[in-house]
């Protein structure tokens, strides 16, 4: 090392003294002499998400740039990309003018400093999702629908087009007018224009089904039938007094985060469940 040796750890310019045992760390230098040229290093602090370019803001000043992402757990996270981020993309590497939004893959940051060690991202050209229906807008050009997702805050808006091939209850020639609030959906979209490519629909009825088991866990108004999960709230229609070890059947839908909702459950020998009318579920907070 030398006087002009340039030193950066976890973004920033740093000293000789900044460095320590377990840091990760870049070398350039010349093979002559072995003298170097620059040293990156950061800390071994940072941790690796995985997660989808949501925004891309170019910096203001002296500001980094900053890649936003949603990331499994649906939340938002803005890293700083700065001068020592390592950046590939579809396995070449890549710079910050490179990435779009929608790409896909992980990333590393130090999470004191919000700045990104290493960017490793994929195009993507196709997302899926699954939900709820919440609204649709028919009206504008092209048509506007709202999926709610389980565990995120701000339900998805996709557009529709007469290029976006819709099936509803298994029949491939349905059309945007046989979509309606509280179908449980499976769409695919374009990451970038949030166009959808296809939306599968299932009406509530059309999706309800029946589970049998031993009743062995309530935990308020989540109960363990079997080895599911099942979700009961002020609709839900009960019939006999469920109590541990009883066989239940439970009628209901398994929602897209993998709760199964029951919209009834029947102590066995109770009442025949073919002979319930339960409510429609349009209504239910499914997403």
């Known amino acids: 090392m030398t ?18 045992p377990r840091d990760f760390v870049r070398f350039r230098f010349v093979p002559a002499s072995l003298t170097a040229l620059n040293i990156t290093a950061w800390s071994p602090r940072s941790v ?10 170019r910096p203001v000043g002296d500001g980094f740039p900053k890649v936003t992402l949603s990331t499994p757990d649906l939340r938002p996270h803005t890293i700083n990309v700065t001068r020592s981020t390592s950046i590939t993309k579809d396995n070449q590497p890549s710079t910050f003018d490179n990435l779009q939004i929608g790409d896909m893959g992980a ?42 997702v389980p565990d995120r805050a701000v339900g998805l808006t996709l557009h529709l087009d007469a290029s976006t091939q819709i099936e509803k209850n298994g029949h491939e020639s349905a059309s945007l007018k046989d979509l309606a609030f509280g179908d449980l959906v499976e769409a695919f979209y374009n990451p970038r224009t949030l166009l959808a490519s296809k ?4 009406s ?32 839900t229609l009960i019939k006999g007094t469920p109590e541990i070890g009883d066989e239940l059947e439970v009628v209901g839908f398994q929602r897209p985060d993998g709760i199964f909702l029951a919209l009834a459950v029947v102590v066995e020998g109770a009442v025949s469940v073919d002979s319930l009318r339960v409510h429609s579920i349009a209504d239910q907070n499914i997403g």
Do not use: C, Y
């Open 204 to 235: 509530p009825l059309a999706a309800r089904t029946v589970i049998k088991g031993i009743l062995t866990r309530t935990d308020g108004n989540i109960w363990t039938v079997g080895e599911r999960s099942v979700l009961l709230n002020r609709e």
């Open 48 to 57: 690796a998400i995985k997660g989808v370019i949501i925004g891309l803001t």
């Open 199 to 202: 939306v599968m629909a299932k």
């Open 107 to 148: 990333f590393q940051f130090d999470p004191a400093t919000s700045n990104a060690v290493t960017i490793n991202v994929h195009s993507l050209d196709e997302v899926r999702v699954s939900g709820v229906i919440r609204a649709l807008d028919t009206t504008s050009r092209p048509s506007t629908m709202v999926i709610a």
């Open 3 to 20: 006087r002009d040796t340039k030193i950066l750890k976890n973004g920033e310019e740093a000293s000789l003294s900044a460095l320590e």
